[in-house]
């Protein structure tokens, strides 16, 4: 079967199902273009928690669709791979996670949504790249613990007067952007604005125009006064500011930016996920309710 028919179908049967596509930007442009809605992590939970649809097909990592499956517990929430994981969520766990709160007694967690469910049951709220610096200024106390995301972390850190204490986790993806990525970029294209993601090293966030979530880059690349960009996060978001912005120009930092648990998901695997209603995605109740709490309380921070 060719893509175009693969695609005709997966929209057809996601129709006559009444079920909801969610992608992230990092998927496919193939994935992007046959869902329903593209976005960014906090994006797509707020989708999840509205969406009325009983069956959701999450194109994205394991972490996303659980999120899902916690703040919309009515729905049948599908990962098309059950095995696209995120390489930073599993850099932690919830023995070390209570060691450091041990450790650090009295300082609330602050828990990056690219976590497991346990270990957000561990937290006391969730944030996203879009969202961090006011989620960390949201709680009432001046030191906080922040899992997993050093780099996420160290970006906050320069935007609050509270004491973060770190957990040494990363993006093998995003940590292989290097300054001279940008720097040789600039030197070819000067009047490129050069946006990054805070998961990338902190000598990188420090040389770009702008620090945004994928969310945020879409909304920036809109600017009228801009018309070049230097992209410094996944490739596959690639797709989505070229087909937004016809006629503007976008130079990847580094073809090594690639999530491969992002490219997990395929069309053949989107429609047999939609055909079967597998694998489906569920957490056990007692960790989705705490887990919910913490992603509760990140929604409602305001902003
Ligand atoms: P965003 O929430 O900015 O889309 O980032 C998600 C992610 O996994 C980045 O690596
Ligand atoms: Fe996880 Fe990095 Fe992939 Fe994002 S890009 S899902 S943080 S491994």
Redesign the pocket.
């Known amino acids: 079967m060719n893509i175009d028919n693969v695609a005709a179908k997966i929209r057809a049967l996601a129709k006559e199902k009444n079920a909801v596509i969610l992608a ?2 990092y998927q496919l442009g193939e994935i992007q273009d046959i869902a329903d809605f593209v976005g ?3 994006e797509l939970s707020q989708k999840a928690a509205a969406t009325g649809s009983k069956l959701i097909v999450f194109c994205g990592v394991h972490f996303m669709a659980e999120t899902a499956a916690i703040i919309a517990p009515g729905s049948r929430v599908l990962l098309p791979d059950a095995h696209a994981g ?1 390489l930073m969520a599993d850099m932690i766990t919830v023995a070390g996670l209570r060691r450091m709160k041990e450790q650090l007694p009295g300082r609330p967690v602050v828990c990056y949504v ?1 976590s497991t469910a346990e270990v957000k049951a561990e937290s006391d709220i969730c944030c ?3 969202n961090a610096v006011k989620v960390v200024e949201s709680v009432p106390n001046p030191e906080v613990i922040f899992v997993p995301d050093q780099y996420l972390g160290y970006y906050v850190q320069q935007q609050t007067k509270k004491r973060i204490h770190f957990w040494p986790g990363y ?1 093998p993806t ?1 940590a292989r952007i290097l300054p001279e990525h940008i720097l040789e970029l600039k030197a070819d294209h000067p009047n490129a604005k050069a946006m990054v ?1 805070p ?1 990338c090293r902190p000598e990188v966030a420090a040389i770009a125009d702008a620090v945004l ?3 945020g880059m879409i909304r920036y690349a809109k600017n009228p006064a801009y018309n070049e960009f230097i992209v410094g996060t ?1 490739m596959g978001i690639i797709h989505r500011l070229r087909k937004e912005n016809p006629g503007k120009k976008f130079y990847p930092v580094s073809e090594q930016a690639v ?1 491969p648990n992002m490219k997990l998901i395929t069309l053949e695997k989107v429609l047999y996920s939609l055909e079967t209603e597998e694998p489906q995605v569920k957490v056990p109740e007692l960790v989705a309710e705490k887990a919910r709490l913490a992603i509760e309380r990140m929604l409602e921070v305001k902003g």
């Open positions: 992230h930007n960014d992590s906090l995120c690219n996203t790249s879009a993006c995003h993601h998961e979530s994928t969310g996944e999530c």
